[in-house]
């Protein structure tokens, strides 16, 4: 079979980060997994869901471990490379790290694809290694039925340099990097419903890297810091709110969304990975003012390769903001503020 012809998503169940397990059943298999001693050293383990293991080896450093893999979300071998492992490094973009080394996780179909789809998507992944400094030094492969791509990745940070998604204060601003929208434009991609101006947009938003995140590490304005991937917007502001023990309010005319999703999603081209966030969140996850429920999916819609989300001092966030700019973030925007906790809502989505 030509590459060229090759549909990649025809031979995965879901893509990207809609691949997750949904929030409510990861957080029941997780609630019996058997927890380690405390670990003096570990300075980030399983407990706030954040998005790496930090461990210190020294006053100066430590050490981040990641890894993160999924089925294609394009079917361009090589875009669904460059995009895995961007979703990959952004990991450590998130602790305020900075990458070292990366090594790929490959399933494959070995029967039913050319070996030259999975060249171009080590091609890919080698390129945004090199986008990003660091080598892609080695992996492990495995014979699989449906093809899988990602990367373990090795970061270093400054132990005083962490950023957790669990430190947010109350009077922080709320920051974001990337529009929303990247998996309903994923769903309309795979029914042959996005355009081209539309398909670009997306590829692009997924493929660029997080660099900012290593900045962004050694601001002492930045309390918490994450990345948006497959639980939305919603899910990962609320993870950052209950690690905080505060709420969080998003102004809906604020958030950045590419422009196409709002309609896609009016029509009902939504990833079930939207629907299960939205039913798992609950009551924490609450909407406020003129929002369709249609477009409540907008927030729980599941991103890959997504932006940064951050708590930053109001004081400093201008400042902030005019440095992500500089650091050519696709955008920069204050999209919302932390709060005093309120009852059971945890993050508050309001239309003016």
Same mark, same amino acid.
């Given at each position: ?66 890894? @993160? ?12 490379? %460059? ?59 495995? @014979? ?27 009077? @922080? ?20 419903s996005l355009s081209q101006a539309g398909y ?41 709110? %209950? ?32 629907? %299960? ?59 919302? %503020? ?15």
């Amino acid at each position: 079979m030509p590459m060229e012809q090759v549909c990649l998503t025809k031979y995965s169940h879901g893509g990207g980060c809609g691949c997750k397990i949904d929030p409510a059943a990861l957080h029941e298999i997780l609630a019996k997994v058997p927890r380690f001693a405390e670990v003096p050293n570990l300075l980030v383990g399983i407990e706030s869901a954040d998005d790496a293991a930090v461990y210190q080896i020294n006053e100066q450093q430590a050490i981040i471990v990641t890894n @993160d893999f999924f089925m294609p979300i394009v079917d361009d071998p090589y875009a669904f490379g %460059r995009i895995a492992a961007s979703n990959s490094i952004s990991d450590v973009y998130a602790m305020g790290g900075t990458p070292l080394m990366a090594v790929s996780i490959v399933g494959f179909p070995v029967n039913k694809l050319p070996l030259n789809v999975m060249q171009e998507i080590m091609r890919g992944g080698v390129e945004t290694c090199q986008d990003a400094g660091i080598p892609l030094a080695g992996g492990h492969s495995i @014979d699989n039925e449906e093809p899988i791509f990602g990367l373990c990745v090795i970061g270093m940070v400054d132990p005083r340099n962490i950023k957790k998604n669990s430190s947010a204060q109350v009077g @922080d601003v709320l920051i974001t990097t990337k529009p929303l929208g990247i998996g309903i434009m994923s769903t309309a991609l795979k029914v042959k419903s996005l355009s081209q101006a539309g398909y670009e947009k997306v590829v692009r938003a997924m493929s660029t890297l997080n660099k900012a995140g290593a900045w962004l590490g050694t601001q002492a304005s930045v309390h918490a810091l994450t990345d948006v991937t497959g639980f939305g917007l919603g899910g990962h502001a609320l993870e950052m709110a %209950r690690g905080a023990n505060v709420s969080m309010i998003l102004e809906v005319n604020q958030v950045p969304v590419m422009e196409e999703a709002w309609n896609l999603a009016t029509e009902g081209i939504v990833p079930g990975g939207a629907y %299960r966030n939205l039913a798992a969140f609950g009551n924490a996850l609450q909407f406020r003012g003129n929002i369709s429920t249609d477009h409540q999916l907008i927030f729980t819609d599941p991103q890959t390769s997504g932006g940064l989300l951050m708590a930053v001092a109001p004081e400093a966030a201008d400042a902030v903001i005019a440095k992500l700019k500089e650091l050519e973030c696709l955008v920069a925007e204050k999209i919302g %503020r932390v709060v005093a906790a309120e009852g059971s809502s945890a993050v508050i989505i309001q239309a003016p």
